[in-house]
Nanobody, 122 residues
Framework: VQLQASGGGLVQAGGSLRLSCAAS????????MGWFRQATGKEREFVAA????????YYADSVKGRFTISRDNAKNTVSLQMNSLKREDTAVYYC????????????????WGQGTQVTVSS
């Protein structure tokens, strides 16, 4: 699966951004999709994941209630709506695809996009 993330940018604290990830190459609905992020000098961390059908979602505690993951299997896309952004949300955001179950573990994801930068200013 080839993954292309987009939608990053600069936003003020309290604002919103919507990230998108377009998939190609294989059957999109065969994969659990996830978003991860990596801030400068820190390890990559899990943000959110969504099941193959979209019926189940899973969030990191740090984004629960602020971020929403969704997918459109007809359009081969997964999105991350980010509201009430905080400075600590600043990071490069990656979408990823997993042939395993719904997971927060990065090693269970087989394919990764190139990342999109999100910067939240105060």
């Amino acid at each position: 699966v080839q993954l292309q993330a987009s939608g990053g940018g600069l936003v003020q604290a309290g604002g919103s951004l919507r990230l998108s990830c377009a998939a190609s190459g294989r059957t999109f609905s065969d994969y659990v999709m996830g978003w991860f992020r990596q801030a400068t000098g820190k390890e990559r961390e899990f943000v959110a994941a969504i099941s193959r059908s979209g019926a189940s979602t899973y969030y990191a505690d740090s984004v629960k209630g602020r971020f929403t993951i969704s997918r459109d299997n007809a359009k081969n896309t997964v999105s991350l709506q980010m509201n009430s952004l905080k400075r600590e949300d600043t990071a490069v955001y990656y979408c990823a695809a997993s042939s395993s179950g719904l997971s927060s573990r990065s090693y269970e994801y087989d394919f990764w996009g190139q990342g999109t930068q999100v910067t939240v200013s105060s």
